[in-house]
């Protein structure tokens, strides 16, 4: 089955730096999707993002789908960004929730 | 709008014992799945259902029983727990393609979660 890598697996920040998470895939995809997970374990959809570049407030996400990676891109962080952020891909089936998930980077951002 | 719900959100079992983690969604999506996380592993499929009376298998189907007897109910059954199963368990909805992209931008949600332990 396909394969999801995300790097760095763990990322230490102070508050206000900015940060990229990488997301590499394994063969060709129709679509991206990124999540954060808080301390508390929710789990957030953040981007759904098949190629091209989106942006929601100090987070943007970018998947370049021919070359098999995604970059989120998180600016000036704050200390509630801290958690686990996954990416994710589909693995086939007529829903959007068949997904095959990456290992998680795991964001400290300290005040 | 309640969206997913799991329950129990703790629970603590002896090797050998049964349980059923209970999932209940109330936006009628067709599609309904169970994910466990471990430690640097992400989140992994279980099992999964495209509607009530179909079901299938995930990457990690064994040791675990599902039915969807409802659009809006998907039980996950422990047969016979191990400590191996002592995970973090996600229960999930998702609409059908077919509806078109949602308007909310959402294509899954996720439950809060079940923390269980077998010791």
């Known amino acids: 089955g396909i394969q999801v890598e995300q790097s760095p697996p763990d990322l230490i920040l102070q508050e206000g730096a900015n940060s990229t998470l990488r997301c590499n895939f394994s063969?060709?995809?129709?679509?991206l999707q990124w999540f954060h997970q808080n301390p508390w374990g929710q789990l957030i959809n953040l981007f759904y993002i098949p190629s091209g570049t989106k942006q929601n407030g100090r987070l943007s996400a970018t998947t370049v789908a021919t070359e098999r990676y995604s970059l989120l891109y998180i600016s000036s962080s704050q200390t509630t960004d801290s958690g686990v952020y996954f990416c994710a891909v589909p693995t086939g089936g007529t829903s959007y929730g068949k997904l095959t998930f990456g290992q998680g980077t795991i964001l400290t951002v300290h005040p | 709008n309640a969206g997913v719900t799991q329950t129990p959100k703790f629970q603590v079992l002896k090797t050998g014992q049964s349980m059923t983690l209970q999932c209940a969604q109330d936006?009628?999506?067709?599609?309904m799945s169970w994910y466990r996380q471990d430690p640097g592993m992400g989140l992994r499929l279980i099992h999964y259902s495209v509607g009530a009376g179909i079901t299938d298998q995930g990457e990690v189907p064994n040791g675990y029983n599902v039915s969807r007897s409802t659009t809006e109910d998907f039980p996950l059954r422990l047969l016979s727990a191990a400590p191996s199963q002592t995970s973090v368990y996600f229960c999930a909805s998702s609409p059908h393609r077919d509806r078109g992209f949602p308007i909310s931008g959402n294509t899954i949600y996720f439950g809060e979660g079940s923390w269980l332990t077998v010791v």
């Open positions: 936006m009628n999506h067709e599609y």
């Open positions: 063969d060709s995809v129709n679509n």
